[in-house]
């Protein structure tokens, strides 16, 4: 089993919609979370970090953690073709030494 | 955007020739990493450093060597490339503890 799971997709919405991404994970050690967006041909993008349980809000886009179900996921709120990309999940323990990425779900978001 | 540089950013080389890859940050972050990124598997850690000197090993380091002689330089080097090594490699930053790591645009290397 992964330490961390990820739902590959591809996942198509259309334009305007809400989307909803998740990591499931099995390490109880972890404690800061991470999204990042990957588009073709390029590098990895933070866009969330988050420490613990908890919310967290940046314009367009929501990070949950739930500790508890060790669940992680990211809300895109009126999606934009341009959030179309490769979004992964990622989490490391206490210092952050090493960080375990999930293998990225693929979105499409159609005009 | 944080100051990473890879290069190449492309390369095309033969099985068994060696293969340097460099790193460049301009961010002065005492943390620095080797991935290689392989549909299906992801990010996949093969070697970091936390400083000048000191390094050590990741999940798929055999065949893989690093060295990092100045902070701002992290060279990671293929002795003698195999196909199974075709793939792109992203470094990756960090600053101090606690802090998330940041992306190059990665390397596309191809071994025929």
């Given at each position: 089993?992964?330490?961390?799971?990820?739902?590959?997709?591809?996942?198509?919405?259309?334009?305007?919609?809400?989307?909803?991404?998740?990591?499931?994970?099995?390490?109880?050690?972890?404690?800061?979370?991470?999204?990042?967006?990957?588009?073709?041909?390029?590098?990895?993008?933070?866009?969330?970090?988050?420490?613990?349980?908890?919310?967290?809000?940046?314009?367009?886009?929501?990070?949950?953690?739930?500790?508890?179900?060790?669940?992680?996921?990211?809300?895109?709120?009126?999606?934009?073709?341009?959030?179309?990309?490769?979004?992964?999940?990622?989490?490391?323990?206490?210092?952050?030494?090493?960080?375990?990425?999930?293998?990225?779900?693929?979105?499409?978001?159609?005009? | 955007?944080?100051?990473?540089?890879?290069?190449?950013?492309?390369?095309?080389?033969?099985?068994?020739?060696?293969?340097?890859?460099?790193?460049?940050?301009?961010?002065?972050?005492?943390?620095?990493?080797?991935?290689r990124q392989d549909?299906?598997?992801?990010?996949?850690?093969?070697?970091?450093?936390?400083?000048?000197?000191?390094?050590?090993?990741?999940?798929?380091?055999?065949?893989?060597?690093?060295?990092?002689?100045?902070?701002?330089?992290?060279?990671?080097?293929?002795?003698?490339?195999?196909?199974?090594?075709?793939?792109?490699?992203?470094?990756?930053?960090?600053?101090?503890?606690?802090?998330?790591q940041h992306f190059?645009?990665?390397?596309?290397?191809?071994?025929?």
């Open positions: 089993q992964k330490e961390v799971e990820q739902d590959p997709g591809p996942l198509s919405v259309p334009e305007g919609a809400i989307v909803s991404l998740n990591c499931t994970y099995s390490n109880s050690a972890f404690q800061y979370f991470m999204w990042y967006r990957q588009y073709s041909r390029k590098g990895p993008e933070l866009l969330m970090y988050t420490y613990s349980s908890g919310n967290k809000e940046d314009g367009r886009f929501t990070a949950q953690v739930d500790k508890s179900s060790k669940y992680i996921s990211l809300f895109i709120r009126d999606s934009q073709p341009s959030d179309s990309a490769t979004y992964l999940c990622a989490m490391s323990g206490l210092g952050g030494f090493k960080t375990i990425f999930g293998a990225g779900t693929r979105l499409f978001v159609k005009a | 955007d944080a100051g990473i540089t890879q290069s190449p950013r492309h390369k095309v080389t033969e099985t068994g020739t060696p293969v340097t890859l460099r790193c460049h940050q301009t961010e002065n972050h005492r943390y620095m990493y080797w991935y549909p299906g598997h992801g990010l996949r850690l093969i070697h970091y450093s936390y400083g000048v000197k000191d390094t050590d090993k990741g999940e798929v380091s055999d065949g893989y060597s690093v060295s990092r002689s100045k902070t701002e330089d992290f060279l990671l080097t293929l002795e003698s490339a195999t196909s199974s090594q075709t793939s792109v490699y992203f470094c990756a930053i960090r600053g101090d503890s606690n802090q998330p190059g645009d990665g390397t596309r290397l191809s071994i025929l």
